[in-house]
């Protein structure tokens, strides 16, 4: 590992020019901690809400003594509350993706540096959202649909 982010560091500091090094190793460890930290949050809220709102019947979620709806209505209430909670999940699964490839990016010695530009992330951006892969004014571009989002090489 330690011999990925030599490499990488002397891959930047090839131009002439030694770079001072962005993130810092106190940083870079700080940030992985509030990664690992929002991933365990996340599974613990993935496994909740996947326990609350799928596995659950209705008889079981309502205490109720019957397993009929007492009106139609109920059944398009149980429905929509389900298919929200598909939707937090296939959210929050998202969410735990981009965490493991911002930890992964820890490991490469890539972390804190745009994926799409090469240009460092600002510290600012990452203390708010520590899996950030772009810089904020490539992300203003893509959120205006100027660019297209870049994807990860796989190793």
Request: hydrophobic share 35%.
């Amino acid at each position: 590992m330690a011999q990925k982010r030599k490499k990488a560091s002397s891959e930047k500091t090839s131009s002439g020019k030694a770079k001072k090094k962005h993130l810092s190793a106190a940083d870079i460890e700080r940030f992985k901690q509030m990664l690992l930290e929002k991933r365990h949050e996340i599974i613990g809220d993935v496994t909740e809400m996947h326990n609350e709102a799928l596995k659950k019947s209705r008889l079981d979620a309502s205490g109720d003594l019957s397993s009929m709806p007492i009106h139609m209505a109920d059944i398009g209430t149980d429905n929509y509350e389900q298919e929200f909670a598909l939707g937090l999940l296939d959210s929050e699964r998202k969410l735990l993706r981009e965490i493991d490839e911002a930890l992964e990016r820890i490991e490469q010695g890539t972390y804190g540096i745009c994926i799409a530009t090469d240009k460092p992330i600002a510290v600012a951006r990452l203390k708010a959202r520590p899996w950030a892969k772009y810089c904020v004014e490539y992300a203003r571009k893509l959120e205006q649909g100027l660019v297209e989002e870049t994807k990860e090489e796989e190793p």
